[in-house]
C-alpha cells in the first residue's frame, strides 16, 4: 500500500504565504513526477504544479511566478511554496504522485486526501 500524506493548508490572509508538504510512504520501489492540484467548490480539479525526478517543474499560468514547487526526492516528500497569495487560489489542495511499488511494474497514480486553503481578509 502507498499512502500520501498532505500537510500546511491552513486560512490565510491575501497577500500571505503557506507552505504545503506531501510525504509518501509504503511500498515505493520508485517515483516519477509529484505535484499539486486544486479543487474549488463546484469547479473541476485543476493542475497546480508539477516535478519530474530530473527536477523539471511545470506551472499553471495562474501561479507562475508566487508559487515554487519543490521535492525531496531522499525522502519522497514534495512541497509548495505559496507566495503572494489572492482569494481565487482558495480550494483544496490534493498532491499526486506517479509510483512503482516494484521494478517492472506500471505507474500507478497516487493522490493524497487533500488539504484546505483559504484566502480570505
Known amino acids: 500500500q502507498v499512502q500520501l500524506v498532505e500537510s500546511g493548508g491552513g486560512l490565510v490572509q491575501p497577500g500571505g504565504s503557506l507552505r504545503l508538504s506531501c510525504a509518501a510512504s509504503?511500498?515505493?520501489?520508485?517515483?516519477?513526477?509529484m505535484g499539486w492540484f486544486r479543487q474549488a467548490p463546484g469547479q473541476e480539479r485543476e493542475l497546480v504544479a508539477t516535478?519530474?525526478?530530473?527536477?523539471?517543474?511545470n506551472y499553471a499560468n495562474p501561479v507562475k511566478g508566487r508559487f515554487t514547487i519543490s521535492r525531496d526526492n531522499a525522502k519522497n516528500t514534495v512541497y509548495l511554496q505559496m507566495n503572494s497569495l489572492k482569494p481565487e487560489d482558495t480550494a483544496v489542495y490534493y498532491c499526486?504522485?506517479?509510483?512503482?511499488?516494484?521494478?517492472?511494474?506500471?505507474?500507478?497514480?497516487?493522490w493524497g486526501q487533500g488539504t484546505q486553503v483559504t484566502v480570505s481578509s
Open positions: 499526486n504522485a506517479q509510483i512503482r511499488s516494484r521494478a517492472y511494474t506500471s505507474w500507478v497514480d497516487y
Open positions: 509504503g511500498s515505493i520501489f520508485s517515483i516519477n513526477t
Open positions: 516535478s519530474t525526478t530530473g527536477g523539471r517543474t
